[in-house]
């Protein structure tokens, strides 16, 4: 896959080869054992463009990416426990931060930072309400969740406020984010918002039932008169905004629905739809502990703020300030 997506960008087998430190001869075997496995040729010769790729190479690589963002999370979910046992073992006496979280790129960049300042932690990407109960078991010292600025805040908080309690647990504040429509590059099929999900000439990926993401969305559609039953493609579920935006990018559907810097890393064009305030709730009587003061310290740091201020719809405001549960509920 790298040698063929290298031929997309250089338009030579040749400097493929060569990008690749392969033999000319070697490189063009590997791609005509390639083209003999699947019936087609990958690579055609155009006139002033040299080697571009034919619609089956076309179709292959996207077909990688899509095959890249679906495997992601669970593999990744697969690499966290193998490293939370691991850590265990290594770290003796250390503790870890345990992270439960709804998935987003700024939860991402704070598990990086942690890393990076060698504090132990296990993170577990799971539904925003999954999380907040996994708190309220004692199962981890963080869970992250998000609710929307607006008139749906009061519905979504309500799937939270049982296992959370005002004496006994603390939000902090981790960033703002833009929800909304991912769409190909050029908005071909000229999208205007979320009432044109019930056209007949769209196919829609949606995510998985019990996400805060689906919840939201479902709200919103409700809000615009729009039928669920009407959208082609609202049973099409992906776990994470990624794969939503690989399967938009790849041409599998026209229309998606997540966050701004997943529209943004795969070159799609984006209409917001809703913010969303994201935070962590954890117990008040931990945030003295060295495991949650070195994870303040990170998200009050300048270099943290700076990093979340580079993802397009992500703004780090007050990233890290202590939030009461019934104000960061009510909005």
Not at 84 to 101: F, P, S
Not at 214 to 240: C, F, H, K, W
Request: glycine fraction near 10%; aromatic fraction near 6%; proline fraction near 4%.
């Amino acid at each position: 896959m790298p040698l063929l997506q290298l031929v997309a960008q250089t338009g030579s087998i040749a400097n493929a080869a060569s990008a690749k430190g392969l033999s000319y001869r070697h490189a063009w075997g590997l791609l005509r054992e390639i083209e003999a496995r699947l019936g087609g040729a990958l690579i055609t010769k155009s006139r002033g463009r040299g080697s571009v790729l034919s619609e089956l190479g076309e179709s292959v690589l996207r077909a990688q990416r899509v095959c890249g963002e679906r495997l992601e999370a669970p593999l990744q979910a697969v690499a966290n426990d193998v490293a939370a046992e691991l850590n265990r073992r290594l770290a003796g006496g250390v503790t870890q931060v345990r992270i439960h979280a709804s998935h987003g790129y700024a939860v991402a960049t704070l598990v990086r930072a942690l890393g990076e300042q060698r504090v132990p932690v296990e993170i577990k990407y799971r539904e925003s309400a999954e999380a907040v109960s996994a708190l309220a078991r004692g199962e981890c010292e963080l869970a992250g969740f998000h609710l929307p600025i607006g008139e749906f805040r009061s519905t979504c908080a309500d799937i939270y406020r049982p296992y959370l309690d005002q004496d006994k647990h603390q939000l902090i504040r981790l960033t703002r984010r833009k929800q909304g429509l991912f769409l190909p590059k050029g908005n071909p099929k000229r999208i205007t918002g979320l009432r044109d999900l019930a056209r007949g000439d769209v196919r829609f990926v949606n995510r998985q039932p019990g996400s805060g993401t689906r919840m939201l969305l479902d709200l919103s559609l409700r809000q615009v008169g729009v039928d669920p039953d009407q959208i082609n493609g609202y049973a099409t579920t992906e776990l994470t905004h990624s794969a939503i935006a690989a399967f938009v990018a790849s041409g599998m559907a026209d229309l998606g629905f997540g966050v701004q810097p997943a529209a943004q890393h795969f070159a799609l064009d984006f209409i917001p739809i809703v913010d969303e305030d994201y935070f962590f709730a954890c117990e008040r009587a931990r945030l003295d502990e060295a495991r949650l003061s070195s994870v303040l310290r990170i998200l009050r740091s300048a270099g943290f703020t700076d990093s979340v201020a580079h993802l397009e719809g992500y703004d780090p405001a007050r990233c890290g300030s202590l939030v009461d549960i019934d104000e960061g509920l009510r909005g």
